[in-house]
């Protein structure tokens, strides 16, 4: 039973929560520490999360790119010519890995039957905005030139995220559409951050007992990502920009989270732009609820649903 009065978390996602939350208290975790350390800690908490889920046919690291970024490819068969995701993963632009998102990233390969491609690209501040996307780009551009070499199809590939790897991913199609080269077939948009404007949305799933994440925590995150300084840049913050020809759109958005309002803007804004766009709002999900897949019907649900869009999406054309 949960211990909240009118809990308007799902049971399974509550569970999951306790947990987490249990296991950074366990490893230390409190306010003042370092980055260093709180990427340590985030790394092993989510260890028991990224374990089991399907099994690939084959999985891959390569640096590639002038800086030498790190990726992993998940192949679910090897057979040739597959499409691709190229995943990215959140964190508030400072923490977490393609480590801590193995499972959701074969999760995506083993139900829409596609190659997935993680990057585990430059984190903040030590490595501040436009580092990561100028990474994102290298990477992408390495799968024009060599993906064929590796089995990928350049020509179909998707970009995806989670909550800063959301942001990411919508910045790196905007710089797409601005050299003009291949750009992606879809992006799969896991409750993003768009903005970083408080929100009614802020203040009604921003209790940091009851839910995944807070306000504060966001403005530390864009301040980490951006420094002190104002930064309008649509590719900063993407809610602002002007977001026509971008490819169909897919957003998985949780109800209790704080980025519940700027999703429901991105979702309202793609589609004005002239954007295909499928909003999905998982009512008593939390931020990160997909991590929660081996112990929650509701992601496997989300998950599911995501990668029946995503097949479609990347099926041969």
Same mark, same amino acid.
């Given at each position: 039973?949960?211990?909240?009065?009118?809990?308007?978390?799902?049971?399974?996602?509550?569970?999951?929560?306790?947990?987490?939350?249990?296991?950074?208290?366990?490893?230390?975790?409190?306010?003042?520490?370092?980055?260093?350390?709180?990427?340590?800690?985030?790394?092993?908490?989510?260890?028991?999360?990224?374990?089991?889920?399907?099994?690939?046919?084959?999985?891959?690291?390569?640096?590639?790119?002038?800086?030498?970024?790190?990726?992993?490819?998940? #192949?679910?068969?090897?057979?040739?010519?597959?499409?691709?995701?190229?995943?990215?993963?959140?964190?508030?632009?400072?923490?977490?890995?393609?480590?801590?998102?193995?499972?959701?990233? #074969?999760?995506?390969?083993?139900?829409?039957?596609?190659?997935?491609?993680?990057?585990?690209?430059?984190?903040?501040?030590?490595?501040?905005?436009?580092?990561?996307?100028?990474?994102?780009?290298?990477?992408?551009?390495?799968?024009?030139?060599?993906?064929?070499?590796?089995?990928?199809?350049?020509?179909?590939?998707?970009?995806?995220?989670?909550?800063?790897?959301?942001?990411?991913?919508?910045?790196?199609?905007?710089? #797409?559409?601005?050299?003009?080269?291949?750009?992606?077939?879809?992006?799969?948009?896991?409750?993003?951050?768009?903005?970083?404007?408080?929100?009614?949305?802020?203040?009604?799933?921003?209790?940091?007992?009851?839910?995944?994440?807070?306000?504060?925590?966001?403005?530390?995150?864009?301040?980490?990502?951006?420094?002190?300084?104002?930064?309008?840049?649509?590719?900063?913050?993407?809610?602002?920009?002007?977001?026509?020809?971008?490819?169909?759109?897919?957003?998985?958005?949780?109800?209790?989270?704080?980025?519940?309002?700027?999703?429901?803007?991105?979702?309202?804004?793609?589609?004005?732009?002239?954007?295909?766009?499928?909003?999905?709002?998982?009512?008593?999900?939390?931020?990160?609820?997909?991590?929660?897949?081996?112990?929650?019907?509701?992601?496997?649900?989300?998950?599911?649903?995501?990668?029946?869009?995503?097949?479609?999406?990347?099926?041969?054309?």
């Amino acid at each position: 039973m949960s211990r909240f009065p009118n809990d308007d978390v799902d049971p399974e996602i509550r569970s999951w929560l306790t947990a987490m939350f249990a296991a950074s208290a366990a490893l230390g975790s409190r306010p003042g520490i370092s980055v260093s350390e709180r990427r340590a800690i985030a790394e092993r908490q989510r260890e028991p999360w990224r374990a089991g889920g399907p099994a690939m046919a084959a999985a891959d690291e390569f640096h590639v790119g002038a800086s030498g970024v790190r990726i992993r490819i998940h #192949r679910p068969s090897v057979e040739a010519n597959l499409p691709v995701l190229v995943y990215l993963h959140g964190g508030g632009w400072t923490l977490f890995s393609i480590d801590t998102h193995d499972r959701l990233m #074969r999760e995506y390969a083993g139900r829409a039957g596609c190659a997935v491609l993680g990057i585990d690209y430059p984190l903040a501040p030590e490595q501040r905005f436009p580092c990561a996307i100028e990474a994102i780009m290298e990477v992408l551009d390495w799968l024009a030139d060599a993906g064929a070499a590796h089995g990928l199809d350049p020509a179909r590939y998707a970009l995806g995220g989670d909550s800063a790897g959301a942001n990411l991913a919508v910045a790196a199609a905007l710089r #797409r559409r601005t050299v003009g080269v291949v750009m992606p077939l879809g992006l799969l948009l896991n409750y993003g951050a768009w903005d970083g404007t408080w929100t009614g949305s802020y203040r009604r799933y921003g209790d940091g007992d009851r839910y995944m994440l807070t306000g504060p925590e966001m403005d530390e995150f864009w301040a980490s990502y951006l420094g002190q300084e104002p930064v309008d840049d649509p590719l900063a913050r993407p809610l602002r920009a002007e977001l026509g020809e971008l490819a169909p759109s897919w957003l998985c958005v949780a109800e209790c989270d704080v980025l519940l309002d700027e999703n429901l803007e991105m979702a309202a804004r793609l589609a004005k732009a002239g954007v295909a766009t499928e909003l999905r709002v998982y009512p008593g999900a939390t931020h990160s609820f997909l991590e929660a897949v081996s112990v929650s019907g509701l992601a496997d649900r989300a998950i599911g649903e995501a990668s029946q869009w995503l097949a479609g999406i990347l099926a041969e054309r």
